[in-house]
């Protein structure tokens, strides 16, 4: 890989693992689900030039959209309002191994004894992060996090039924797509959302511009132009320096606690992870593994 594209990569990781305890943090004054609405209207706005043309599987964008746009990030977002963001990253990153369990029901994708030991790590260190000890139950913010991955896995699985569009085009559309079900949510089941409107400081506005600017726009664009210029199994293992640099902000910036829960359960999900990454998946297009990595 060039220097250049590394550095762009590294950007990107950088992007993405501040992203976490960023969202984490404003959400102690936001609603979640509202929240969530406010990024994804911002980014509407923003690649709003990028909207025509209108998608012709109109439908399945629609399907799609809700997938890795509205219900992702509604449960990913109540999930980060329950648990550390440290976890929450680890937990998140299940979804390639979802996707590769989807891939062989569905897509029929053969995987072999190294993605299959990979899988095995990855939901067992998730089980780990999941359950707790003595109470027969598990952290309802982990759960929230990992049917957020699985919602996002049955989205890229729905990737390899869309015919070629460019990225920006989809993103524009994920994003109009997801206000309405968001906001409408947020409406029924939250309050507070004028309040944290006008009490919305630096912080708020700042962090919303940072997701939908650096994270989304940035951050998938940049992406899916390397992904195009080099193989996922290359990209797809050097991306988990995002969940290590989000770990690393949420235990120093929001002093979130090191356990070792979050030590042997991380260990074993990113072990996991790496090894499924680093094997090809045949069936899916590389755009729907991208949006596993890049969420």
């Not at 990992?146 to 990737?159: D, K, N, Q």
């Not at 199994?233 to 070792?260: D, K, Q």
Request: net charge positive; with cysteine; aromatic share 10%.
């Amino acid at each position: 890989m060039r220097l250049y594209d590394f550095i762009l990569l590294c950007a990107c990781c950088l992007a993405w693992g501040v992203n976490l305890p960023l969202t984490r943090w404003m959400i102690q004054d936001v609603p979640p689900i509202f929240l969530a609405g406010l990024r994804f209207l911002g980014l509407a706005v923003l690649l709003s030039p990028f909207l025509p043309p209108v998608p012709k599987q109109f439908g399945l964008v629609l399907a799609i959209a809700m997938c890795i746009g509205g219900v992702h990030f509604a449960l990913l977002f109540l999930g980060l309002r329950a648990a550390p963001a440290s976890a929450v990253t680890i937990v998140g990153q299940i979804g390639l191994p979802i996707i590769t369990v989807l891939s062989i029901f569905f897509l029929h994708e053969k995987v072999r004894w190294r993605r299959s030991l990979g899988m095995c790590l990855a939901f067992a260190g998730v089980i780990a992060m999941l359950y707790q000890p003595g109470k027969f139950s598990f952290e309802i913010g982990l759960v929230y996090v990992a049917a957020a991955a699985f919602v996002g896995a049955i989205g890229s699985i729905l990737m390899k039924r869309l015919q070629p569009i460019p990225a920006l085009n989809l993103q524009a559309w994920v994003g109009l797509m997801s206000i309405i079900p968001l906001f409408g949510v947020s409406f029924f089941t939250e309050n507070g959302q004028l309040e944290a409107i006008r009490q919305g400081d630096l912080h708020l506005w700042g962090g919303i511009a940072f997701s939908v600017i650096f994270v989304s726009i940035f951050g998938h664009s940049v992406y899916y132009q390397l992904v195009k210029k080099y193989d996922i199994t290359l990209l797809a293992p050097l991306t988990l320096m995002s969940p290590i640099i989000a770990v690393t902000t949420g235990i120093f910036l929001l002093h979130e606690p090191v356990t070792l829960k979050l030590i042997l359960g991380g260990g074993l999900t990113l072990a996991g992870v790496f090894l499924v990454a680093v094997r090809e998946n045949k069936t899916l297009p590389d755009h729907a593994v991208a949006q596993v990595k890049t969420g």
